[in-house]
């Protein structure tokens, strides 16, 4: 249902070329004429809805690639959803949760906005967010713990026992909705993460990676910068590390924090 309602506003919009879907196999071309591209992810947390934890909305905003113009629609439609993060113009996402935030970025650092019920519009609330360089608090499903590398349980051992390179001990928060704990640790600081080759590329890492370095944070795969990695398909899936850039420097250290092995969970 949202994916068709966010289809069809950006195809109102007369703006969007193409759009690129979590939800759908294959992007969808919309017109010739629109000068942006948007990749998205309709209903982030969608699993935790029947218990009323927070969801959110993942987007991110390219150009279109007008050197693409003259190529088959199916073929200009993957390479322009296939841009490498470092091309964004734009991301964002909303939380739906106690409040409704909307936090974007176009460039030049990230904003936060809170939807006015009263007014139907979204107020200015978090201006110019900065991560703090360290937080104290881990954001991952440590019930994983046994099947995570050796690198990984050596990071969480050392930093919930205040034997980090900061002198305290870290306290988990987790959410398990991705926006959720992604909002949380880019107010807070810290590091969110998923180690599994579970996140998409396209549409989760790229715009929540943009986000976190406009405000002053990393976006790391364990190795990699996120927004460096060219993708290579459009369901592409990796670990994800998000947050203080203290934090993610210190746990990418470790140097095995990528779990390869997956056993196959439910949930």
């Given at each position: 249902m949202i994916n068709e309602i966010i289809l069809s506003s950006l195809r109102s919009s007369g703006k969007v070329a193409v759009v690129a879907s979590e939800?759908?196999?294959?992007?969808?071309?919309?017109?010739?004429?629109?000068?942006?591209?948007?990749?998205?992810?309709?209903?982030?947390?969608?699993?935790?809805?029947?218990?009323?934890?927070?969801?959110?909305?993942?987007?991110?905003?390219?150009?279109?690639?007008?050197e693409a113009d003259l190529l088959p629609v199916d073929e200009k439609a993957l390479l322009n959803s296939l841009q490498s993060g470092s091309r964004l113009v734009a991301a964002g996402y909303v939380l739906y949760s106690s409040a409704t935030i909307f936090c974007a970025s176009f460039g030049s650092g990230a904003h936060g906005f809170t939807l006015d019920h009263s007014t139907g519009e979204f107020a200015l609330t978090h201006p110019s967010i900065r991560i703090p360089p360290r937080g104290q608090i881990y954001s991952v499903n440590d019930a994983r713990?046994?099947?995570?590398?050796?690198?990984?349980?050596?990071?969480?051992?050392?930093?919930?026992?205040?034997?980090?390179?900061?002198?305290?001990?870290?306290?988990?928060?987790?959410?398990?909705?991705?926006?959720?704990?992604?909002?949380?640790?880019?107010?807070?600081?810290?590091?969110?993460?998923?180690?599994?080759?579970?996140?998409?590329?396209?549409?989760?890492?790229?715009?929540?990676s943009f986000l976190a370095e406009q405000a002053g944070g990393k976006g790391s795969d364990g190795k990699n910068r996120i927004l460096s990695i060219q993708p290579v398909k459009l369901h592409q899936r990796l670990p994800l590390f998000l947050g203080s850039p203290e934090d993610v420097e210190e746990l990418e250290s470790y140097g095995d924090v990528q779990q390869k092995a997956n056993p196959g969970y439910e949930v």
């Open positions: 939800e759908d196999d294959v992007p969808v071309w919309l017109t010739d004429d629109g000068p942006f591209v948007v990749v998205v992810d309709p209903l982030d947390g969608s699993r935790n809805i029947d218990a009323s934890i927070p969801t959110g909305t993942i987007f991110g905003v390219y150009n279109r690639l007008v713990y046994f099947d995570w590398p050796e690198g990984l349980r050596r990071y969480i051992d050392t930093v919930r026992q205040g034997n980090g390179k900061y002198p305290k001990k870290y306290s988990a928060r987790y959410i398990c909705s991705l926006v959720a704990d992604f909002h949380r640790t880019l107010l807070y600081g810290g590091v969110a993460m998923n180690p599994r080759y579970h996140l998409r590329l396209v549409y989760e890492a790229n715009p929540l």
